[in-house]
């Protein structure tokens, strides 16, 4: 499964949007990018994925590079609840979401 | 509730002591995944279920770690001889067939070995 590299941490002013950012050089052509956010004492929590085109959801935006090497998710204007650990991560075809250290995202009021 | 459910949430366990960690995922989701995470940590998978076939158990640190799924829904995760290094939260996850599709957490079981 290939690997991503994010910032440790990031730090955010509320009702600012936040960029952060992923690289995944080695990704795969049927390698989906997904993303996920952890809070704190609380399972992982489903943000956006996609494959080759940029996505919206409710929760965010996802924008993805012509070349697929990196991508960059979007939250459009960050919350305080927006606080967590959050988890750029490839699934590959073993179909298992192999997680990394992420980053952690402060906001401030 | 209409997401997947762990269960218990909390365990203390004695050290020699052997637990089990039971999962309900979402009905209708052929895929069962386990993960461990310690403090501090991002999780780490432990192993994969399709229905009731284990796919994948590369993750599984020991033979002290035994995970089945016998009809294809609940799971449960067995560890034997609890050691003080187990101690962590066990998450489970779901989702469809597919790699487009979303993958669902439960809140996880908190294991303590004292």
């Known amino acids: 499964d290939a690997k991503t590299t994010q910032p440790n941490s990031m730090e955010s002013n509320e009702e600012e949007p936040v960029h952060l950012p992923c690289n995944h050089s080695?990704?795969?052509?049927?390698?989906?990018i997904h993303w996920y956010r952890q809070l704190p004492s609380q399972g992982p929590e489903y943000v956006i994925h996609?494959?080759?085109s940029n996505v919206n959801n409710r929760m965010a935006s996802l924008a993805i590079a012509e070349d697929r090497k990196s991508s960059t998710l979007i939250l459009h204007r960050a919350t305080l609840r927006d606080a967590a650990v959050y988890y750029c991560?490839?699934?590959?075809?073993?179909?298992?979401?192999?997680f990394g250290q992420g980053t952690t995202l402060q906001v401030k009021p | 509730g209409a997401g997947v459910s762990q269960s218990p949430r909390y365990k203390v366990a004695k050290r020699g002591q052997d637990v089990a960690l039971r999962c309900d995922p979402i009905?209708?989701?052929?895929?069962l995944f386990w993960y461990q995470q310690a403090l501090g940590q991002g999780p780490e998978f432990l192993t994969y279920?399709?229905?009731?076939?284990?796919?994948?158990k590369s993750g599984l640190p020991s033979d002290r770690f035994f995970a089945e799924r016998p009809e294809g829904s609940v799971s449960t995760l067995k560890i034997q001889r609890t050691q003080q290094e187990d101690s962590a939260v066990y998450l489970c996850?779901?989702?469809?067939?597919?790699?487009?599709?979303?993958?669902?957490f439960g809140e996880g079981s908190w294991l303590t070995v004292v």
């Open positions: 009905s209708g989701h052929v895929s």
């Open positions: 080695t990704i795969s052509g049927t390698d989906y």
């Open positions: 991560i490839l699934r590959g075809y073993t179909g298992k979401l192999i």
């Open positions: 996850a779901s989702s469809l067939l597919g790699l487009g599709n979303t993958i669902y």
């Open positions: 279920f399709q229905n009731e076939a284990q796919l994948d």
């Open positions: 996609g494959l080759t």
